[in-house]
C-alpha cells in the first residue's frame, strides 16, 4: 500500500492547468512530470496543498483561487521605460511579452501594456495574477530524491511546470 502524500515528500506529477473557461494555459501532456518537493515553496500554495494526502496512481481535479495562486493582479505594476532603450528595429506592439531584468539580474516576465512615443509601459503582473486556476492532477510517482535544482525538472526550470512554478515569476 502506497502511503499518503505529506509535506517534505519529493513526488513526481503530471497534470493540466485550465482557466474557468476551460482554455488550457499549461500541460506535462508529451513532456516528463513535474518533479517537486510538496510545501517547500517550489509551487504555488494552492497546488501544494492540493497533492497532501493524494497517494502514486491518484487523480483529482482541484480550483485554485488567486489568493492561493499568483495572487490579485496588482494595477500598479506598471513600469514605464524610455522607448529609446528598446532596438529600433523592434517591433514593439502590445501584448508583446519581453523579460526585464530586476535589479539583482533575474529575469522578469512582462507585457507591453501600452506605447507611447517617448515611453513604453509595461505590465509585470505574473501572466495568472488575479485568476483563478484549475489543476487535474495525476500523482505519477512518489518517495522520490529531491530535484538538483530547486525549480523541479521539467527542463525548463521557473518558466516551466505549473506556469511560473517556484514562485519564480
Not at 52 to 68: A, D, L
Not at 91 to 109: F, R, Y
Amino acid at each position: 500500500m502506497t502511503e499518503a502524500i505529506k509535506s517534505g515528500d519529493t513526488i513526481a506529477v503530471d497534470y493540466t492547468g485550465k482557466f474557468e473557461s476551460g482554455d488550457v494555459f499549461d500541460s506535462s501532456e508529451g513532456k516528463q512530470p513535474l518533479t517537486f518537493t510538496v510545501d517547500t515553496g517550489m509551487l504555488i500554495k494552492g497546488f501544494d496543498q492540493a497533492v497532501i494526502g493524494m497517494k502514486k496512481g491518484e487523480s483529482k481535479t482541484v480550483t485554485i483561487p488567486p489568493e492561493m495562486g499568483y495572487g490579485p493582479r496588482d494595477e500598479n505594476a506598471m513600469v514605464d521605460i524610455p522607448r529609446a532603450q528598446f532596438p529600433q528595429e523592434m517591433a514593439l506592439t502590445e501584448g508583446l511579452e519581453l523579460h526585464l531584468q530586476n535589479p539583482a539580474g533575474q529575469p522578469v516576465p512582462a507585457r507591453v501594456a501600452s506605447i507611447s512615443e517617448t515611453s513604453v509601459t509595461m505590465d509585470v503582473n505574473h501572466f495568472l495574477a488575479g485568476k483563478t486556476l484549475i489543476f487535474d492532477i495525476t500523482i505519477a510517482e512518489t518517495g522520490l530524491e529531491p530535484p538538483a535544482s530547486s525549480c523541479g525538472t521539467n527542463s525548463g526550470g521557473c518558466d516551466s511546470g505549473c506556469c511560473g512554478s517556484c514562485n519564480c515569476g
